[in-house]
C-alpha cells in the first residue's frame, strides 16, 4: 500500500491493461450472470431486504393512490375519529388499520407519506454528497499539489467535528436565517445540504486515494500525451476505477443519512410538522408516550428501523460480495 | 518521535483554530450580537457603547484572535438567553454528560467483549447467527428510537424505572453525582443503555473480528495441543491480544458518544450539555452554540491525536510521514 501514498512512487509495470474493463455491466444479460447477481441470489438475508426495501419504497412513492387518507387534508380529518388504537385492538375501526392520532389522522397514511419524505431526503442527501465529495476527491488526487491541499484540510476540519453536530448546526442556522414564509418551502434542499455536507468527506478521500495511484499509471500518461482533456480522463478512465469501495460506502450511508434526517427532525431541528418525515411523526408521537396513546409513536418507529435496517443488510451484503479478499 | 509529536500537535492545533473561525463566523456574523444583547428600551448610545465595549468595531482579525484568546481561556461570553457567564452553564452541565457517557462506555464494554468472544468462537452455532442479526438491528436502531422504546417498556408499562431527568444528586465540590444516590443510578439505567446500543454492536462487531483472527494463529494452535482449557485460551490468551484495537475504539468513539449524548439527553430530558445545546438550538443562543461546538470539537481532536501519539510511539513505522499519509484510503 505504501505506493498509494507516496506521491513519488515510481510508477508500476503492470499497467499495460486499462482498468476500464472492470466497469460494471448494467446490461440485463450481462448483468444476469454476473457475480454479484450470483452472490446476490445466494444470500437470501439480502434478497428479503431488497425485496422489502422494494416493497417500501413503491408504498411510499405510490403513497397518494394506496393510502386510505390523505393526512394532510385537514378537511379529511374527523375529531370524532381521533385517538383510535390499530384495527386489532379492542376499539379499532376500519380503515384505520394503525389507529389514528390526536387529530383524527390515520397513522398508516401518515407512515406512507412519510416514508417519502425520508427516502427522498436520504437519497437526495446522499446523492448531494457523492457529486461533490467525487469531484473534489478527483481534483484533488489527479491535480495534487496546493488544491489538493485545500480541500482535504478542509476534509481533515469537518471530520474532526461529530456529524451530527454539522448537520444540527447548518439546519439551525439556515433555518433561523430564513424569512418564515420561506422556511416550510425550504426544509427539506436545508436538510439535504446539513447531511451532504459533512458526508461528502469519505468519498473524496477514498476517490483521492485511487486518483493518486490513477494519474501515475502508463495509460493516463498516454492519454495526457495525445491531449485528451483532464476532466475526460477523470471521468472515464480514472472515476470508473474507485466505483467499488465508494458503491458501498454510498449504501452504508443512505442508511445513515436516513437515521441523521430522522434525528434531526425528531430534535426539532428537521422537517416542519405540517410536511413530516418519519422523525418529526415520532417527535410529535413522543409527546403522547405517557397518554397511553403508544401507537402514535411506535409504528413510524418500526418503519423508520425496518428501512435503514434493511439498507444496512443490503450494504453488509454488498461490503462481503465486492470485497475481492474475500472471493 | 519528538518531530512527529509537535508535528500532530501543531496539526491538532491547526484544526482547532479552524473550528474556532466557524465558531467566531457564527457568532460574529448571525444575527447582530449587540441587538441579541440589548434590551428593548436600549438608546442608540447605548448600543454604540455596548459595541464598543465587545470590541465588535475592530478588524476582523483582531476580533477572531481576540475570540481565540478568550475560548482558550475557556471565556466564551454571556449567553443570551439567561445571562449567565456560558463556560458557568455548562460546566454546571458537563458531569451529567460525562456520567451518562461513562456509564454508557462501560456497558459497552462489559456486554461488547463477551458477546464478542462468543461471537468469534461459536461463529457456526444459531446463537451466534442470532448475535450477528442482532447486531445489525441494533447498528440501525436510532439511539432516539431505543430511549423511547425503553420508557415505553420499562417506564410507561412496567413501572420500574424513572423515565426523565437525574433523580437525587449529591455535591461533591462542583461536581454533582447521581451515582451515590438509589435514584440516582435508577434514572441512569435507561438514558445510558439506550447511548450505548450503538456502541455495545461496535465493540462486539469488532471483538469478534480481532478474535477470529487470533484464533488461527500458531500460538494458539499451540495452546491448544499443549491441552490448554478452551475457556483459558479464549478468554485469556486470545482475548488478551484482541483489547489494544478495542482500547483504541473506546477512546475514538468517547468523542461521538458525547455528541450523539445529546439525542439521549433529549428523549430523557437529561440535564447535561446535550440538552442545554439543543435548547440554545430552539432559542438561537449563539454563545452557547458556540462554546459547545468548540469543546466537543476539542474533545475529539484531543482523542484523536492521543490516539495517533500512543500509536506512534508504540509503532515506529507510523511516525513515517510516507506511511502516514496511507491514512487517507482507510
Known amino acids: 500500500m505504501a505506493d498509494i501514498s507516496h506521491p513519488d512512487a515510481p510508477a508500476r509495470e503492470d499497467t499495460a491493461m486499462p482498468p476500464t474493463s472492470r466497469r460494471f455491466r448494467l446490461l440485463p444479460a450481462a448483468w444476469a450472470d454476473s457475480d454479484l447477481w450470483f452472490s446476490f441470489r445466494s444470500h437470501p438475508s439480502a434478497v428479503f431486504a431488497a425485496c422489502l426495501l422494494a416493497l417500501i419504497a413503491l408504498t411510499a412513492l405510490f403513497a397518494p393512490l394506496i393510502a386510505p387518507q390523505n393526512p394532510y387534508d385537514l378537511a379529511a380529518l374527523e375529531l370524532w375519529n381521533a385517538e383510535l388504537p390499530p384495527l386489532w385492538a379492542e376499539s379499532g375501526q376500519w380503515p384505520y388499520l394503525l389507529g389514528t392520532d390526536t387529530q383524527g389522522r390515520d397513522i398508516l397514511s401518515a407512515i406512507l407519506y412519510g416514508s417519502r419524505v425520508s427516502l427522498v431526503i436520504g437519497l437526495a442527501s446522499v446523492v448531494a454528497a457523492l457529486a461533490v465529495g467525487l469531484t473534489l476527491g478527483l481534483v484533488a488526487g489527479y491535480f495534487g499539489g496546493w488544491v489538493d491541499n485545500i480541500i482535504m484540510r478542509a476534509g481533515d476540519v469537518l471530520l474532526s467535528m461529530p456529524f451530527i453536530l454539522i448537520a444540527i448546526l447548518i439546519s439551525a442556522m439556515a433555518t433561523a436565517a430564513l424569512p418564515a414564509g420561506l422556511k416550510g418551502l425550504l426544509a427539506l434542499p436545508i436538510l439535504v445540504i446539513a447531511i451532504a455536507v459533512p458526508s461528502w468527506v469519505q468519498y473524496a478521500r477514498t476517490v483521492r486515494a485511487s486518483a493518486m495511484v490513477e494519474r501515475r499509471r502508463e495509460y493516463v500518461q498516454a492519454a495526457r500525451l495525445i491531449r485528451v482533456k483532464p476532466w475526460r480522463i477523470m471521468l472515464h478512465h480514472i472515476l470508473p476505477n474507485t466505483l467499488t469501495p465508494v458503491m458501498v460506502a454510498a449504501t452504508l450511508n443512505f442508511g445513515l443519512a436516513?437515521?441523521?434526517e430522522a434525528t434531526l427532525s425528531f430534535l426539532g431541528v428537521g422537517m416542519p410538522p405540517d410536511q413530516p418525515s418519519l422523525g418529526t411523526l415520532i417527535r410529535v408521537g413522543n409527546q403522547y408516550l405517557f397518554s397511553g396513546l403508544w401507537w402514535i409513536v411506535v409504528f413510524p418507529s418500526v418503519q423508520l428501523c425496518l428501512i435503514v435496517l434493511c439498507v444496512n443488510m443490503i450494504g453488509d451484503w454488498l461490503r462481503d460480495a465486492l470485497n475481492p479478499k474475500l472471493r | 518521535m519528538l518531530a512527529?509529536?509537535?508535528?500532530?500537535?501543531?496539526?491538532?492545533?491547526?484544526?482547532m483554530l479552524a473550528v474556532a473561525l466557524l465558531a467566531f463566523l457564527i457568532f460574529r456574523f448571525f444575527g447582530d450580537p449587540v441587538e441579541m444583547m440589548v434590551n428593548e428600551q436600549a438608546t442608540q448610545a447605548d448600543r454604540a457603547e455596548l459595541r464598543e465595549r465587545l470590541g465588535l468595531n475592530d478588524g476582523f482579525a483582531t476580533q477572531y484572535l481576540r475570540f481565540v484568546a478568550h475560548a482558550a481561556q475557556g471565556d466564551f461570553g454571556i449567553s443570551y438567553r439567561n445571562q449567565q457567564d456560558v463556560m458557568t452553564l455548562i460546566g454546571e452541565r458537563f458531569p451529567a454528560t460525562f456520567e451518562l457517557v461513562l456509564v454508557a462506555t462501560v456497558i459497552s464494554l462489559v456486554l461488547g467483549i463477551p458477546l464478542g468472544?462468543?461471537?468469534a468462537v461459536y461463529r457456526r452455532s444459531k446463537l451466534a447467527d442470532a448475535l450477528q442479526i442482532g447486531s445489525i438491528v441494533g447498528v440501525s436502531l436510532p439511539s432516539?428510537?431505543?430511549?423511547?422504546?425503553?420508557?415505553?417498556a420499562f417506564s410507561v408499562s412496567l413501572g420500574w424505572l424513572p423515565a426523565f431527568g437525574r433523580g437525587e444528586t449529591v455535591d461533591i465540590g462542583w461536581w454533582s453525582t447521581g451515582l451515590l444516590t438509589p435514584s440516582g443510578r435508577?434514572?441512569?439505567?435507561?438514558p445510558a443503555l439506550s447511548l450505548s446500543t450503538f456502541q455495545v454492536t461496535l465493540v462486539m462487531r469488532l471483538v469478534r473480528a480481532e478474535m477470529l483472527e487470533t484464533l488461527r494463529t500458531d500460538y494458539v494452535k499451540f495452546a491448544r495441543a499443549r491441552g490448554v482449557p478452551a475457556a483459558r485460551i479464549h478468554w485469556r490468551h486470545a482475548l488478551r491480544n484482541c483489547l489494544m484495537p478495542v482500547i483504541t475504539l473506546t477512546g475514538m468513539q468517547i468523542?461521538?458518544?458525547?455528541?450523539?449524548?445529546l439525542v439521549t439527553e433529549t428523549v430523557f430530558q437529561w440535564p447535561g450539555m446535550g440538552l442545554l445545546f439543543i435548547q440554545a438550538v430552539t432559542f438561537v443562543d449563539i454563545p452557547v452554540m458556540a462554546a459547545y461546538l468548540m469543546l466537543v470539537s476539542f474533545i475529539f481532536v484531543l482523542l484523536n491525536t492521543c490516539v495517533d501519539i500512543t500509536y506512534a510511539w508504540v509503532d515506529p513505522r507510523l511516525r513515517d510521514?510516507?506511511?502516514?499519509?496511507?491514512?487517507?484510503?482507510?
Open chain 2, 255 to 261: 468523542g461521538n458518544l458525547i455528541a450523539f449524548a
Open chain 1, 258 to 260: 436516513i437515521l441523521s
Open chain 2, 144 to 152: 432516539f428510537v431505543t430511549g423511547i422504546l425503553l420508557i415505553l
Open chain 2, 4 to 15: 512527529f509529536l509537535i508535528k500532530r500537535t501543531a496539526n491538532a492545533a491547526l484544526v
Open chain 2, 117 to 119: 468472544v462468543i461471537t
Open chain 2, 186 to 190: 435508577a434514572a441512569l439505567v435507561l
Open chain 2, 321 to 330: 510521514d510516507t506511511a502516514k499519509a496511507g491514512g487517507g484510503n482507510g
